[in-house]
T-cell receptor
């Protein structure tokens, strides 16, 4: 079974600085998708970015980018120019691409933004 | 606003009782997923329906069941409730089985 590991329970960064959140996963599949979700205090789950395993190019969405290392099974999220509104729990998630399946989540990283 | 709606927002009940959580997917989405978020277990996938049929099962207890109706809304039924069932229950939807999932605001269940 696939597993997702987020080794940083909590991270803190100064406003306007850059922070990187780590995620590793374990799977025997070659076709899969990876996601980062943000959960602010409102508890709403918000998709931040997605990466298809077959794509070599790292996904980017404005200030958010990923470093996808398929061989190392690593999928880190970089947030540039951190803003107070980025403060939230961040969850890394995996989904098998070959058919119907739900998301497998890591335990999350609590990101604190210091003003 | 993701376009996915869930009712009720909050639910307080007693051990041994049965409750039903409701989810309306985004317009046009055929696939509905249910997740449980608790302090102990984190975020766990429970079950998926696609166009009325069960497509995938995760860590769903036998006391829990779900269905998706012809109008595509879905219900999650939780019975013989225990204290440990207290959690935030999310519904998510997607157009097909392999698209990204959009989450509803969740239903907070408290079992006393």
């Amino acid at each position: 079974a696939q597993t997702v590991t987020q080794s940083q329970p909590e991270m803190s960064v100064q406003e306007a600085e850059t922070v990187t959140l780590s995620c590793t996963y374990d799977t025997s599949e070659s076709d899969y998708y990876l996601f980062w979700y943000k959960q602010p205090p409102s508890r709403q789950m918000i998709l931040v970015i997605r990466q298809e395993a077959y794509k070599q190019q790292n996904a980017t969405e404005n200030r958010f980018s990923v470093n996808f290392q398929k061989a190392a099974k690593s999928f880190s999220l970089k947030i540039s120019d951190s803003q107070l509104g980025d403060a939230a729990m961040y969850f890394c998630a995996y989904r098998f691409g070959g058919g119907a399946d739900g998301l497998t989540f890591g335990k999350g990283t609590h990101l604190i933004i210091q003003p | 606003d993701s376009g996915v709606t869930q009712t009720p927002k909050h639910l307080i009940t007693a051990t041994g009782q049965r409750v039903t959580l409701r989810c309306s997917p985004r317009s046009g989405d055929l696939s509905v997923y249910w997740y449980q978020q608790s302090l102990d277990q984190g975020l766990q996938f429970l079950i998926q329906y696609y166009n009325g049929e069960e497509r995938a099962k995760g860590n769903i207890l036998e006391r829990f069941s779900a269905q998706q109706f012809p109008d595509l809304h879905s219900e999650l039924n939780l019975s013989s409730l225990e204290l440990g069932d207290s959690a935030l229950y999310f519904c998510a939807s997607s157009p097909w089985t392999d698209n990204e999932q959009f989450f509803g605001p969740g239903t907070r269940l408290t079992v006393l």
